[in-house]
């Protein structure tokens, strides 16, 4: 999983202009985003992955809440998906 870093390295903070501030939080959104979306969505439901889950992405996972059983989605395209038992 990605880590967000505790701070950012603005480096020299003397004679900083608009432009610049904005560059330096335009990059720091980037970074917070792209971690982010890198951590895998968790759905919790009463049934297992569904092949036609295609609105969910590649490492989201699945917790069957009957079954207790957690899948991961491995792979997916267009029309389908396919669940891995974990």
């Not at 505790?6 to 335009?26: K, M, P, S």
């Not at 992955?49 to 792979?75: M, R, Y």
């Amino acid at each position: 999983m990605a880590k967000i870093p505790e701070y950012f390295n603005i480096g020299n903070r003397n004679n900083i202009n608009t432009e610049r501030l904005l560059e330096i939080v335009e990059d720091m959104y980037k970074q917070l985003a792209l971690a982010i979306n890198k951590k895998p969505d968790l759905y919790q439901r009463t049934t297992d992955g569904q092949v036609t889950d295609t609105f969910l992405s590649t490492g989201d996972i699945n917790i069957n809440e009957n079954t207790q059983q957690v899948e991961t989605l491995v792979d997916r395209d267009a029309t389908t998906v396919t669940w891995k038992t974990l």
